[in-house]
Nanobody
């Protein structure tokens, strides 16, 4: 059974940092691209950052470029999203997801976690 479990969300002040983790199981980690997505109330889901199955290619939404970094740890079957210089507009539920195909486009992935709330106060 494919499982993705997010952790690391919380409440942080503007300008602060959080690191989200996506622990995966039930599939061959090296065969899947992993992505981070977010959805704020009343807004559509947005692809924040995605990483290829090899870890050699990444995508970032323009809104987070230069502030967020996606990395993968094959030994732990885990993908991280380091979020720095957080802004109130980053407030959303963050989901990680997996796909057996290309990491790009960063949308419409196959398997999803339950999400973790990130709230950035001004």
């Amino acid at each position: 059974e494919v499982q993705l479990v997010e952790s690391g969300g919380g409440l942080v002040q503007a300008g602060g940092s959080l690191r989200l983790s996506c622990a995966t199981s039930g599939f061959t980690f090296g065969d899947y691209a992993i992505g981070w997505f977010r959805q704020a109330p009343g807004k559509e889901r947005e692809g924040v950052s995605c990483i290829s199955s090899s870890g050699g290619a990444t995508y970032y939404a323009l809104s987070v470029t230069g502030r967020f970094t996606i990395t993968s740890d094959n030994a732990k079957n885990t993908v991280y999203l380091q979020m720095n210089s957080l802004k109130p507009e980053d407030t959303a539920v963050y989901y990680c997801a997996a796909i057996s195909g290309s990491y790009y486009p960063c949308r419409d992935y196959d398997y999803w976690g339950q999400g973790t709330q990130v709230t950035v106060s001004s």
